[in-house]
């Protein structure tokens, strides 16, 4: 028994002494010689890249170590993937009675992975990928197994070379895990994500099948600043100024040399400013938050073959625009952005007190093209202000109600400037101008705009309890011709007006006809001033006197008393401030084949009226009154309110025989010939008091 003893002794001794020796073979020669040589060669001929091994060791608990292995692409003699540590363990029986070499764990200690992307748009790790090598095996070949991979605070380090100042990344992974199966790869990390501005958190998990040669990744990762990345978004129609993601969940695919990236993310601490080429003046956009869904797509193999969608949902914003008074929210807002293309979805807007919806797209960054439409109910006391920055010759007006309103924003390559074009359809609306004591109200009807015309065709209106409609277009709104239609029941008005200077106009034609009465008046009319609108008109009229009765500031008992019929015939020339009527200039020449006054009939009647510093005078007058004739000369005094009055008539063989038909003697015996000097007087605004004195 105790021989046995000292033998197993003796034996258990030599395997030990024995195992020793060929631990120590296999860590001074074998393994540092041989097999580091064959790996280093067979990597270089197999995979064209360079390996460089420290040291391998064999160690009965840990199994083979390799010591600072260095792998690296021939074309950059710095190494891509570098590793402190690495150590596998294998089972000794499958190698002898399976012709398997397994592993059941590898651990990788330390390793670290530089990714160079370089100017021509190739990586350094291309050639790291293996080389298609063939299916058939030797008959004394072995198989290789391999469970579990386990690595342990690793650092993958990303260069890209394309983008001037160069982006670089960091990912450190404090633990990584992979488990190996015959068909794929499973495998999970946690790690961060650093760049030269902040280190966020990272999880990953995917999968990787050998045979359809197919990797997917679903990754989480809790915030990122995008200002890094912009250099990969060239020709965008916006300046960021900042812009941060957070929870980011992303899953990618490659299949095929065919890269696909899907994403969603909450969009937080966005500050833009548009660029000059997207709108003249520069806008700032703040404050904005927004769910970011994205999609990515690239062939590997076409480097310029890169395709990608976005969209912004749930946005909101602040706004703020030269173009609009008031800063604009943006309640609400989805959007979509694929390659040179913005397309604006369901949004809402509110400014100036006024919810707008938003549609629209944007094509072409680097030139842009693009139609946005906006739509609201507007207040339009609220929007008066942002139209006259597009519409200056409106004079200040006060406005009451509000209006439809449905506008184009438009832009073409061609041209510089954004274009619109839109319409208000107003509902009830009224206004008046700061100097006028007359308001419009009650207007209805569609108005369409543009930055070169504004027309409407069935305007309907009160003005002075009266109704009216109209039809109008207005050319080059800053500078504007005007022709414009206005009729009623008893009011018919065309005019056509120019304006070569701002608040200047030649008025080509002005004319109409006023119940039976009708005029025509052409000349310049300059607004410029607030309080001297300077006139220079011609005028003709023919006045149907019965028509006077429709003028409400003109007394009706007077009129009833004094009789007017007939039809007045002026021709002349006014000129002065409009504003204040009784300080013009006028001379007008007036006619009449036949009118009646006080019953009596006045015929061939020719008389002129001048109007100066603030009188109107009658110089000359003369008519054929019953067989004779009357001559006629006075002045009204317009500087007093009551407007007096004196006119001196002059009559000559008047035939009483006639003269009495016409009066309420008329069946008296009256015969003979009537030579008169009367001077008649009283004031304008009370016809009906009227004196007169005389001789005969």
Known sequence: MKKIIIIFLFVIILLTILLALGVRYLNTYYLPKVIKTKIIQGASKQLDITVQIEDIKFNLFKGIVFYNIGISNKKDPTSALRI??????????????????????????????????????????????????????????????????????????????????????????????????????????????????????LKLNGNFKFERNELKISSWLDKLDILPYLAYFKELPISIKSLLLNDIETECALIDNSLSITSKADISDVHLITSDYLVKDKTLITNAVAKLNTSFNLNLKDKT?????????????????????????????????????????????????????????????????????LRSNVDLPTAKDFLRTYFEFINPIIVKGRADIDIHFLKSQDKDEIEFKGSMDLDNVSLKTMDSPYE??????????????????????????KFFYSKAIILNPKLPSINLELYSDKLNIHTKLNSKQKNSYNIEYLNGAYYNSKFDVSGYLDIKEKDYYYVDLNVQSLIDLDDLKQIKNISKDALDKIKPKGKLKLVGKVQGNAKYPTLLTAIMNCSSDELKIYNYKLKNLDMQLVQENQQIKIPQSSCNFYDGTISANGLIDLEKETFPYALKLIGENISLAKLKLDIPIKDKNLRGTLFSTIILSGQIDSLQDLKAQGEF
Request: net charge negative.
């Open 84 to 201: 402190e540590r690495a150590s596998a363990t294998f089972l000794i029986l499958p190698f002898f009675n399976q012709r398997k070499i397994i592993f059941p764990s590898i651990n990788i200690y330390g390793p670290k992975l530089d990714i160079v992307r370089y100017e021509d748009n190739t990586f350094n790790i291309q050639n790291l990928i293996p080389k298609q090598i063939s299916q058939r095996r030797s008959p004394l070949s072995y198989s290789v197994l391999i469970y579990r991979i386990d690595i342990y605070d690793s650092e993958i380090n990303f260069i890209d070379k394309t983008i001037t100042p160069n982006i670089k990344q960091t990912l450190n992974l404090n633990n990584l895990g992979a488990q190996i199966y015959p068909w794929g790869i499973n495998f999970n990390l946690r790690g961060t994500l650093t760049d030269e501005k902040q280190t966020n958190s």
């Open 440 to 465: 419009i109200n009650t207007i209805n009807g569609v108005v369409n705009f543009d930055k070169e015309k504004i027309d409407w065709s069935n305007l309907s209106f009160n003005l002075l309890d």
């Open 305 to 373: 073959g890169f395709e990608y969608s976005v969209n912004f949902d749930d946005v909101s914003a602040d706004l703020v625009t030269p173009h609009i008074p008031e800063k604009v929210k943006i309640e609400y807002a989805k959007f979509e952005v694929s390659p040179n293309k913005l397309e604006i979805k369901n949004s809402k807007i509110t400014t100036l007190q006024t919810d707008f919806s938003i549609t629209g797209n944007l094509e072409n960054f680097s030139d842009p093209i693009y139609d946005i439409r």
